[in-house]
């Protein structure tokens, strides 16, 4: 055949003939088919038939004349009426016999291969200039689902072909600076995967808004995967660490509970090929996938990575495609292409952004909305709420936009806004790629933004505290700094860690050129990620408010039990933190709540005791053996040892909070190994903090049951000076700098060094005074756990040192 080729015959280097999507297909079937990828089979119309199609139906001089109207591609009306009539001109063109000779008689072969009189089939552009290093072309054509019979696939073929001149494809091929006539589309045609009655959503091989290497990210819906390309359904999302995973464990770090309230699914009559259907609320609180099914898209994922980092001999980072078929009960991957936004940085740098002079209880009474955030970065600006695209001429240069969704036919519209805020969507909608690859920070799944943000209200979008995103009222100040991440030299001791509270940011932090994580607090993953008090689920009958049971029902679904849930979310929390920074060192301290705090969790009130003085009550090692909490404790530690031994991130060293005693310790020492965590076996190390003028003192008697000490300056300052650190009144009192204190933390370093142990601080006070910091680097301290905006200069600092010293 002149102008049909097979996905067999085809492979990655005959991108000019059959584009870059129909290229990626053959080269999977080729290549990967007997490392286990099912790739569903079909056949490219190749590129020189859309030639031929626009030559036979004189349509080259036309099109010239209507693109030459373009003035401005910034002029959305202009763009829209243009571009609608280009498509109307290819599609009512007529197809030359023989090229339909071609296309049927391909489709009868495929046809035939799978059994079937008309081949149920999906239409994909695939255009001759798609996924170069710096354009990706994802979402700028057409795509048709369930395409059946000669007649409906000869016209969506002219439709895809027409679909190279798209409102969003005009207008990408100019900002890039191609020519219109030197890009052409080739037709895929692919038999279909009953994801329509199954599951579908897409996989990338590295973490989308950092860059991060060693992440699978996986979301998914129900039905056909269109809903989630158009960002009307919030996908579940799961994300897979890549070490681990490869060294064959069950690296499921986390997992996120979308939606799905829609799903796409085949239509019953002629002309309506797919139907959109609310999924049953019984299926939108579980799981898309089983974690067979994850590990499988994983392992997917990374064999075509490697494959194709292989084959261009550098690293190719994979956005894929996949359907798990619900007729055959099979997964396949029906499309791959490199991943172009992070591929080609070369990370020589960092641009950090914060909010400047708000603290985060400020900024939270500021908030009008949450959603995901998309990118990394702050902007401030009016703005602009629509509903469609028909009012995008409002839309003002620096404007924020907020709608309810968009998809790539405003990348017009977006190339002039400083943020967005979508009501719909996921990390994967083509909103969010689009806000990808401009830069600008974007939120979407951002319920009610439209309702809750007002027209020309002056508003703040925050990307930069992790995977949550904020709007605030109000243009409030920003600060960035770019830092030249690969020159930062510096000595190898002390080590430089950080302080982490929050799992959504860990990927973010483990790029920085750190030596691992300082002080992991459990507790904020228990308060932010599981909002209940675990004693709730030890004995659940015991909650007695009906609306309280509803509440913690609602956070638990999707899990079987609430102990399953709260074990599987703390060990994901901490995992995506261990995962970050794998295989430096995490250490990870246990719940060190105060009863007040403890209380304030769903069904604290139920079993937390009322203590005139929290701050020096039941909290640390005297809680985790009382038996108001000891079962509680109990789930902590199957919450490490799921993150240890099924995650298989044995990079994590266990500390234990606010010890009073020598036998306290030694009770808690012996009820970690009762629990599985002794110390010492499968390399696990046990640290202590020391925080207390007892520990100071007789740090050598604790020190035989430990690897290592941290030291908490917060609480060890407060006890030296006898001020409670949330007194108000005596704020100026409570200051590490204090001589008391200073000797103290002097005193605990000599006691370490001279039993062999190791001894860092992980309290506020480096982070707060450099000039701290120097004195604890003078003492010899051989670790500094810093918060993460504090990193940074401090890193700058040793660098320069370091230089100036050789």
Not at 589 to 596: G, P, T
């Amino acid at each position: 055949m002149q102008y049909i080729k097979n996905f067999r015959e085809i492979g990655i280097h005959d991108g000019p003939s059959v584009g870059g999507k129909n290229s990626s297909l053959g080269q999977m079937i080729s290549t990967l088919s007997d490392a286990g990828i099912r790739v569903p089979h079909g056949f490219a119309i190749t590129a020189q038939a859309y030639w031929y199609y626009i030559t036979y139906n004189k349509l080259k001089e036309p099109i010239a004349q209507l693109l030459h109207t373009i003035t401005d591609v910034h002029n959305v009306p202009l763009v829209r009426k243009t571009g609608a009539a280009i498509r109307v001109l290819i599609a009512q063109g007529r197809m030359p016999d023989d090229l339909v000779h071609e296309i049927i008689t391909a489709y009868q072969a495929l046809s035939q291969q799978y059994g079937r009189q008309e081949c149920d089939v999906a239409v994909r552009s695939s255009a001759t200039a798609e996924d170069l290093p710096g354009a990706s072309f994802a979402g700028q054509h057409e795509t048709f689902l369930n395409v059946r019979g000669a007649a409906q696939l000869i016209q969506k073929c002219k439709e895809s072909m027409a679909s190279l001149f798209t409102d969003r494809a005009i207008v990408y091929r100019h900002e890039k600076g191609f020519d219109h006539f030197r890009i052409a589309l080739s037709v895929g045609v692919q038999k279909m995967v009953r994801s329509d009655k199954g599951i579908s959503g897409v996989a990338f091989s590295l973490d989308t808004e950092t860059g991060f290497k060693d992440v699978v990210i996986i979301n998914a819906l129900y039905g056909l995967g269109e809903l989630l390309v158009q960002g009307r359904v919030v996908p579940d999302e799961y994300v897979v660490h890549k070490p681990t995973f490869k060294a064959g464990y069950a690296a499921i770090i986390k997992k996120y509970l979308g939606n799905k309230d829609e799903r796409l699914v085949y239509g019953h009559a002629a002309m309506q090929r797919t139907v959109v259907q609310t999924v049953p609320e019984t299926m939108q609180h579980r799981w898309c996938l089983s974690d067979e099914q994850i590990l499988e898209i994983a392992r997917m994922t990374c064999t075509i990575e490697d494959a194709y980092t292989a084959l261009y001999g550098r690293w190719t980072p994979m956005d894929m495609e996949w359907a798990f078929d619900g007729v055959e009960h099979r997964m396949y991957c029906v499309q791959a292409r490199p991943e172009t936004v992070h591929a080609t940085h070369t990370n020589t740098s960092k641009r950090f952004y914060r909010i400047a002079d708000r603290t985060t209880e400020q900024l939270d009474q500021l908030t009008l909305v949450t959603g995901q955030s998309i990118g990394s970065s702050v902007a401030t600006g009016p703005a602009r709420v629509i509903a469609t695209l028909d009012a995008a001429d409002q839309v003002q240069e620096g404007d924020v936009l907020v709608t309810y969704m968009t998809d790539p036919d405003w990348t017009p519209v977006l190339k002039r806004i400083a943020g967005l805020v979508t009501e719909s969507g996921g990390r994967t909608c083509h909103a969010a790629i689009v806000a990808r690859e401009l830069g600008i920070p974007a939120l979407v799944g951002a319920a009610t933004a439209t309702k809750l943000i007002k027209d020309k209200q002056p508003i703040t979008v925050d990307c930069s505290r992790g995977a949550r995103g904020y709007v605030y009222a109000g243009h409030i100040p920003i600060e960035q700094q770019t830092v030249p991440v690969r020159d930062l030299v510096r000595p190898p001791s002390p080590k430089i860690m950080a302080n982490s509270a929050d799992p959504d940011n860990a990927f973010a932090l483990g790029v920085l050129p750190i030596d691992g994580v300082g002080l992991a607090r459990m507790e904020f993953i228990i308060s932010n990620q599981i909002q209940v008090h675990p004693m709730a689920f030890v004995h659940p009958t015991k909650i007695t408010d009906d609306a309280m049971r509803r509440a913690i029902a609602h956070r638990t679904r999707g899990y079987a039990t609430g102990k399953k849930f709260f074990i599987e979310t703390l060990a994901r929390g901490i995992g995506m933190i261990a995962a970050g920074l794998y295989p430096r060192p995490v250490i990870v301290r246990f719940s060190d709540f105060k009863s007040s705090e403890y209380s304030n969790l769903m069904g604290g009130n139920y079993f937390e005791p009322r203590e005139l003085n929290p701050m020096l009550g039941l909290r640390g090692a005297s809680r985790y053996t009382h038996p108001l909490y000891h079962d509680a404790f109990a789930l902590e530690c199957a919450a490490v040892t799921h993150a240890r031994t099924i995650f298989g991130l044995t990079n994590i060293i266990l500390m234990i909070p606010f010890v009073r005693t020598v036998d306290e310790a030694r009770a808690v020492i012996a009820l970690l190994k009762e629990h599985g965590l002794e110390r010492g076996k499968d390399g696990l190390k046990v640290y202590m903090m020391v925080e207390l003028p007892a520990n100071v003192f007789l740090l050598p008697d604790f020190a035989p049951l430990f690897d290592g000490f941290s030291i908490g300056s917060n609480d060890l300052t407060q006890l030296i000076l006898g001020v409670d650190r949330d007194s108000t009144l005596l704020t100026s009192t409570l200051d590490e700098r204090n001589k008391a204190v200073i000797a103290a933390i002097k005193l605990a370093i000599d006691h370490a060094h001279t039993c062999n142990k190791v001894i860092g601080i992980c309290g506020q006070a480096p982070s707060d005074y450099p000039d701290f910091a120097d004195m604890l680097i003078r003492m010899g301290i051989d670790s500094l756990s810093l918060s993460p905006d504090a990193i940074i200069p401090l890193l700058m600092k040793l660098s320069d040192d370091a230089v100036v010293t050789d």
